[in-house]
């Protein structure tokens, strides 16, 4: 896997999602048992492996931890996923399952039990099979690495929305994404759960009253990019009629530490032999029968801070960025944006790990993440920095490189072929998603559109009147694309295709000034 050349606070500071956790997103993710009166009024759905009961709630159900493929454990460990197998009586689906293996983080003291693959499923009343709703399979972000579908309480957007919700935990770091020589699956197992998953909502959710013939994909930060891979899938085909991606755009580049990417087979082979050889594998005889007795934690200690998929597989054959740009992806409509201050957190992060940004330092914090001393000087005279409080410079390299104009190019590439809108969240107070206050104003950094579309943690933000106004109209834009692939509605500003939607509680209007205000006709120059 790519890492920065410099290590920052004894920890590489490279690739995507809400890996550095500590620094953008920071939600309690909680099993709490229901209250005795929702559990009273817990209601049952039958799906192909047995029953299910739920939890009743006022205006919506919910059914947690529904298993969609069997526990990828013992010869099942880097293996696709396998069906789910029946149980007797009535499986209780109250709580949430635990999420996949990860270190501490989103995860109070991380998970270690491979018997994750589970999905969660909200809906609204009056959705029946008789009136099945749209429905949005969410995949959470993290790097790949970190993460869980408990995580995103979605019942506003199932009540207000009108749409049935379903949250997916999938494989992560080296048990979803290790690449072995002779391994079957290499480098997307995670990919291939996200699918299995599909699959399972095409054949199941009409029971707790979706549509089956209506599924979106979305997905914020490696989520996102998960979306981008499963466009470019073959093995996809069939499976979502529509996209939503978030600040995870499918043409960044793996040279660039903080874009979302995916790796060629054979440097993801190479990654997984680096690994096995770290936990005494390597010069076994039979490696891959070696890894499947190392212990989920020592996997998880020495595994990279985030994860790549491998492209040039049966599963991803070419890369997304290949996919998007050649017209070799499955043709549905997308809803793509971004925030307007993504690299605000990870450029106060390294601030804060005691790397300061100032007019003398500057070339060295720039030579670290772009080691080009070409393309380093050539940024240094883009972004100079003038003060001894240069983090806000940092922010915006990181933030125009890795998602502002890979996303403005995304959408220029998909409108090519299919209904694309595109937005900018640019709401520059939106509330923190950590605790503390930051090094300067974060404005809004990666990450922080996610609580006007959920309660994290099964917690609501603190939203002024304003930002609540915007949190639905966000809502209503994403379920009524999710419906129609049309985002536009009598109460909502008039979304245009082909033109940016900027989202702020003073302003929700088209903009045509994003690549000027990103840098864009420089990235897109930069070698």
């Known amino acids: 896997m790519h890492r920065a050349p410099t290590t920052w606070g004894g920890r590489a500071s490279t690739g995507f999602g809400c890996a550095l956790t500590a620094v953008l997103m920071t939600v309690a993710w909680s099993a709490a048992p229901p209250t005795a009166q929702a559990a009273a009024a817990a209601t049952t759905v039958g799906v192909s492996e047995g029953l299910v009961r739920g939890t009743a709630h006022d205006g919506y159900r919910t059914f947690d931890g529904i298993p969609y493929a069997a526990p990828p454990v013992g010869r099942l460990r880097w293996a696709p996923p396998h069906p789910a197998a029946p149980w007797p009586g009535v499986r209780d689906a109250t709580r949430p399952a635990s999420p996949c293996p990860q270190p501490a983080g989103e995860v109070p003291g991380g998970s270690t039990d491979e018997d994750c693959l589970h999905l969660n499923v909200t809906t609204p009343d009056g ?8 429905v949005i399979v969410w995949l959470h972000g993290g ?26 935990d999938y494989r992560l770091g080296a048990l979803g994404f290790l690449a072995h020589g002779g391994l079957p699956g290499s480098g997307t197992f995670g990919l291939a759960d996200q699918q299995a998953a599909l699959r399972w909502v095409r054949a199941e959710i009409g029971a707790f009253g979706g549509d089956a013939h209506n599924v979106t994909l979305a997905g914020e930060s490696a989520g996102g990019y998960s979306v981008c891979a499963q466009l470019a899938s073959p093995a996809a085909a069939g499976l979502l009629d529509r996209a939503i991606i978030e600040s995870g755009p499918c043409t960044g580049r793996p040279d660039r530490p903080f874009a979302p990417s995916s790796v060629p087979l054979p440097t993801a082979r190479a990654t997984g032999a680096d690994l096995a050889a770290e936990v005494g594998c390597g010069a076994a005889r039979h490696t891959l029968a070696c890894l499947r007795r190392v212990s989920v934690p020592r996997l998880l200690a020495v595994q990279g801070t985030d994860q790549q998929p491998a492209h040039s597989t049966p599963l991803l054959p070419r890369a997304p960025a290949t996919a998007i740009a050649t017209g070799r992806f499955h043709h549905v409509p997308v809803l793509i944006g971004g925030n307007h201050d993504e690299g605000n957190g990870w450029a106060a992060g390294i601030i804060q790990a005691g790397h300061p940004v100032t007019p003398d330092t500057w070339p060295d914090v720039v030579g670290a993440f772009f080691p080009s001393p070409g393309q380093a000087k050539a940024i240094v005279r883009e972004y100079p920095v003038h003060r001894t409080d240069g983090g806000p410079v940092l922010g915006a390299v990181i933030g125009d490189a890795d998602f502002a104009c890979p996303t403005a190019r995304t959408g220029r590439l998909l409108a090519a072929q299919v209904p694309v809108r595109i937005y900018e969240f640019a709401d520059e107070h939106a509330p923190p998603l950590t605790p503390g206050t930051p090094l300067f104003p974060l404005g809004a950094p990666h990450a922080s559109e996610l609580p006007y579309l959920f309660d994290l943690g099964g917690r609501p933000r603190d939203l002024t009147p304003a930002q609540h106004r915007l949190a639905d109209t966000m809502i209503d834009y ?41 840098h864009c006709a420089f990235w897109d120059a930069l070698p």
């Open 143 to 168: 790097g790949l690495t970190t993460g869980a579908a408990a995580s995103y309480d979605a019942h506003r957007m199932a009540t207000r929305g009108g749409v049935v919700v379903v949250t997916v």
């Open 127 to 134: 959705a029946t099979p008789a009136q099945p709703r749209p």
């Open 478 to 518: 994403w379920t009524r694309f999710a419906r129609t692939a049309d985002p536009n509605g009598p109460s909502s500003p008039y979304w245009p295709r082909q033109t940016v939607l900027s989202l702020a509680p003073d302003h929700v209007v088209p903009t045509r000034t994003t690549r000027l205000r990103h």
